[in-house]
C-alpha cells in the first residue's frame, strides 16, 4: 500500500487524516504488533486526561504506533491548541517507534504554530532527534542553538535531551571532544544509576578516539574542572596493558581530581579496554600461496620480506647489544581459504608469536570471522566484513588496495577544483571496484560523474568506448543527420562533449599506454587525466610510455622515489630474483614494509595521527587496525614519472 502525500496542497486537516489512514493500514501490515526499540527518552508534556489516559498506556506498554494513530485521530477531532498539541506528540510517539519519515512528515504539519516555549523546545529537539537519524547533524545542531536560551534551569527532562542530541551530532561531524563534553555535562542531570554508568562509560568510549597527543593537548587547554578529569583518566587509558600497577595509576589520577564522578566500574571498564602492548616477536610465521594460482605474488612478498629480514639481520649484527632479529617459519596457505584458521593453530603450537598473512582475500576473511585471535596478525589483504572490537584487537590488516586509491585519486582531483567527472574502466571484476569506488567517494566530496563507460582489457582498441565516453559519436549522427536533409557531404570537425573536467582511467600499464593516445585523437587532449598506480609499470620506460605524458597518478615511494633503505633493498631484489622484480616489485615493497612495520604496531595504534615511512607510502594506522597508505602524486613528462608537490 503505497499513499503519496502532497503537504502544500492539502489542508491542514486533511492531511491529517491521511496520515492517520496511512498509520492505520501501517498497523494493519504491522499486524498490530508493538513497534521497534524506541530511539529517545519518553516525552509527555500532553495532560494527561480522561481521553488520553489509555492512548499513555499504550506508550507504557511500548505500542508506540498505535498511541500516535490514537492521537493523531484526537487532534482531527479537537479544537486548537489541542489539535497542535495531540499532534506533536503524535510526532513524538512515531520517532520513538523509529516511524523517522511518518514523523518527519507530521512535525512539518506544525509550522506556524506557536503556543508557548514548552511547546516551541518540545518541537525543537524532536526536530534535532529527526535530523540527526537522517544524518544530517549541523542541521540539528542549528535547530537545538535556537532554544538554548529557553530551556529553564528546572526543565532537567528538556535539559538532558538537549545535551543528549548535541552530544550525537558533534559525534555524527567526527567531533569526538565536542561530544564528549555534551555528554560529560549530561551527567549531573542523570540520576538512575544505570543511566549514569552507561552515560559515562560513553563519555570515556567517545575521549578514546582521540589520540594519546590530542588528549594531551586538550588537557593543556582546559581548565582544571570535572571535564579535565576525563580527559586525564581518557589519557591514562592509552597506557599499554603490560605490568603496570593499575591501582597505582588509578590513585595519582584521584589525587589530582579527588570529587570526579567517575565511578569505580567506569574507571575499570577503562582499564580493561586498553590495548594489550604488542611484545617484540620472538618467532613470526609468515602465511603466504607458495603454490597454486597465487605463487608467483607470494614469492615476491617472501622475498621483499626477507630481504628486509636479512638487512635488519646484518644491521643488528654490527651493533653492539642489539637483540636478535626473530626467527621465521614458512608456511604454504594452501589453496583452500578455509584450511587458514588450522595453519595458523599450527604456526602457533610450533612457536610463533607474531603472524604474517594470509595474503588471499578469502583466507583473510576467513581468518577474521575465526574470532578473537590469541597471537596477533598482520594480515596481507583487507576484509571487506567491519571487524568487531574483541577480532579487530590483535588483527591488523596492510594492503596493496586498488579501491583505497581509486577513492585516494577523488580526493586529490577534488582539491584540484574539478567537479565534473568521466570514467572509463576495465569490464572486469577488478574494473568494477575501483570505478564504483571513486564514483562513490567523488560524489560524497560533491562531485558528478557525467559518463561511465567500460572496455574490453584483452583488445587494442578502445576508440568506441571513448568516443562514447566523450559523446563523439552524438557529433557524428549530427553530421550523418544533416548530411541526410540536405543531401550532399559536409565538412565536418567532430566535438567532444564540453561538460567534463577530468577523465578517470582505470587500467594498467598496458591498457593505459593505450587509452591515452586514443584520448587526444579524440579531441581530449587538454582534459585532465587521473590514474591510479596501475597505469605506470613500476619501471622507468620512456620508450613505452612516450604517449602517457599529462597522466596524473599515485604510488609508492618504492616505485617512485624510495630513499636509501628502499635503493639498497630493490637492487638487491633486482639481483636475486631479476624476472619478480619487473613484474611484482610493489608486492616485494609488500613484504619488505610488512616485516619493518610491526615493531611500530604500538606506536602507530596508540597515535593515529603518527605515519611509519614505508616503501608502499606513508602507513597510520585507523581505528579498525587497517593500515592506510598515503602515496605520491607524479605527472609523466617525456614519458617519465615526475614527482608533483605534495598536497
Known amino acids: 500500500m503505497i499513499l503519496e502525500f502532497h503537504t502544500r496542497a492539502c489542508c491542514r486537516l486533511g492531511l491529517r487524516t491521511l496520515i492517520a489512514a496511512f498509520l492505520f493500514a501501517t498497523a494493519l501490515l504491522a499486524g498490530c504488533a508493538n513497534g521497534p526499540t524506541p530511539s529517545g527518552e519518553a516525552v509527555q508534556e500532553v495532560p494527561v486526561t480522561a481521553d488520553t489516559a489509555p492512548l499513555e498506556k499504550m506508550v507504557q506498554q511500548g505500542r508506540y504506533l498505535d498511541a500516535a494513530l490514537a492521537y493523531s485521530r484526537l487532534a482531527n477531532e479537537s479544537p486548537s491548541p489541542l ?41 525543537a529537539l524532536l526536530s534535532a532527534d ?41 559525534t555524527q561531524l567526527g567531533e569526538p571532544l565536542k561530544s564528549a563534553r555534551e555528554y560529560a555535562s549530561l551527567g549531573p542531570l542523570l540520576s538512575d544509576p544505570a543511566a549514569v554508568q552507561a552515560n559515562q562509560t560513553t563519555v570515556l568510549d567517545t575521549l578514546s578516539r582521540l589520540s594519546p597527543q590530542a588528549l594531551e593537548r586538550a588537557l593543556r587547554d582546559t581548565p582544571p574542572d570535572e571535564f579535565q578529569g576525563w580527559l586525564a583518566l581518557a589519557l591514562l587509558g592509552k597506557t599499554e596493558r603490560l605490568e603496570l600497577d593499575d591501582e597505582a595509576l588509578v590513585a595519582r589520577w584521584r589525587e589530582f581530581y579527588p570529587q570526579h564522578p567517575a565511578t569505580d566500574a567506569s574507571i575499570q571498564w577503562l582499564l580493561e579496554t586498553r590495548p594489550e602492548a604488542l611484545r617484540p616477536p620472538e618467532q613470526i610465521a609468515l602465511i603466504l600461496p607458495l603454490s597454486g594460482r597465487y605463487a608467483k605474488a607470494g614469492e615476491a612478498v617472501r622475498s621483499g620480506f626477507l630481504a628486509a629480514w636479512y638487512d635488519d639481520a646484518r644491521r643488528q649484527t654490527g651493533e653492539q647489544d642489539a637483540p636478535a632479529p626473530p626467527r621465521l617459519r614458512l608456511y604454504d596457505e594452501g589453496h583452500d581459504p578455509k584450511q587458514i584458521t588450522a595453519i595458523y593453530q599450527q604456526a602457533i603450537e610450533e612457536g610463533a608469536d607474531f603472524v604474517v598473512g594470509p595474503l588471499d582475500k578469502a583466507a583473510v576473511h576467513t581468518l577474521a570471522a575465526a574470532g578473537p585471535l590469541p597471537t596477533p596478525v598482520l594480515a596481507l589483504n583487507v576484509d571487506d566484513q567491519p571487524l568487531t572490537e574483541p577480532q579487530a584487537a590483535r588483527f591488523f590488516q596492510l594492503a596493496l588496495s586498488p579501491e583505497q586509491e581509486a577513492r585516494e585519486v577523488a580526493e586529490r582531483a577534488w582539491l584540484d577544483g574539478h567537479a565534473r567527472a568521466v570514467v572509463i574502466a576495465p569490464d572486469s571484476s577488478w574494473g568494477n571496484r575501483v570505478a564504483h569506488d571513486f564514483h562513490a567517494r567523488w560524489l560524497t566530496l560533491g562531485g558528478h560523474v557525467v559518463e561511465l563507460q567500460h572496455y574490453e582489457p584483452k583488445k587494442n582498441d578502445y576508440s568506441l568506448p571513448i568516443r562514447r565516453l566523450l559523446n563523439v559519436d552524438e557529433s557524428q549522427a549530427r553530421r550523418r543527420l544533416v548530411s541526410r536533409i540536405i543531401g550532399k557531404s559536409v565538412e565536418f570537425i567532430p566535438r567532444r562533449r564540453q561538460d567534463i573536467d577530468l577523465v578517470f582511467m582505470a587500467a594498467f600499464s598496458r591498457q593505459a599506454r593505450v587509452i591515452r593516445p586514443q584520448l587526444r585523437f579524440h579531441h581530449a587532449p587538454r582534459v585532465p587525466v587521473y590514474a591510479t598506480s596501475h597505469a605506470f609499470s613500476g619501471h622507468v620506460d620512456k620508450q613505452m610510455d612516450r604517449d602517457m605524458d599529462g597522466v596524473q597518478f599515485l604510488d609508492m615511494p618504492w616505485t617512485l622515489a624510495p630513499d636509501a633503505a628502499g635503493q639498497r633493498l630493490r637492487l638487491q631484489l633486482a639481483q636475486a630474483w631479476p624476472a619478480a622484480s619487473e613484474r611484482y616489485t610493489r608486492l616485494q615493497a609488500l613484504g619488505v614494509d610488512a616485516y619493518r612495520v610491526i615493531a611500530s604496531l604500538n606506536t602507530l595504534r596508540h597515535d593515529h595521527d603518527a605515519r611509519f615511512p614505508g616503501q608502499t607510502g606513508a602507513l597510520s594506522l585507523d581505528m579498525a587496525n587497517r593500515l592506510q597508505r598515503r602515496l605520491l602524486w607524479a605527472r609523466f613528462q617525456h614519458g617519465v614519472p615526475q614527482l608533483l608537490d605534495d598536497l
Request: charged share 30%; aromatic share 8%; hydrophobic share 45%.
Open 83 to 123: 489539535r497542535e498539541e495531540y499532534s506533536l506528540r503524535a510526532a513524538e510517539l512515531l520517532m520513538q517507534g523509529d516511524y523517522v519519515p511518518q514523523a518527519f512528515q507530521m512535525l512539518n504539519e506544525l509550522d506556524g504554530a506557536a503556543l508557548g516555549p514548552t511547546f516551541d523546545i518540545r518541537r
Open 130 to 170: 529527526i535530523a540527526l537519524a537522517r544524518q544530517m547533524p549541523q542541521q540539528a545542531l542549528t535547530v537545538l542553538d535556537s532554544v538554548a536560551g529557553e530551556i529553564a534551569e528546572d526543565e532537567i527532562d528538556f535539559r538532558r535531551r538537549w545535551h543528549r542530541l548535541r552530544g550525537e551530532a558533534w
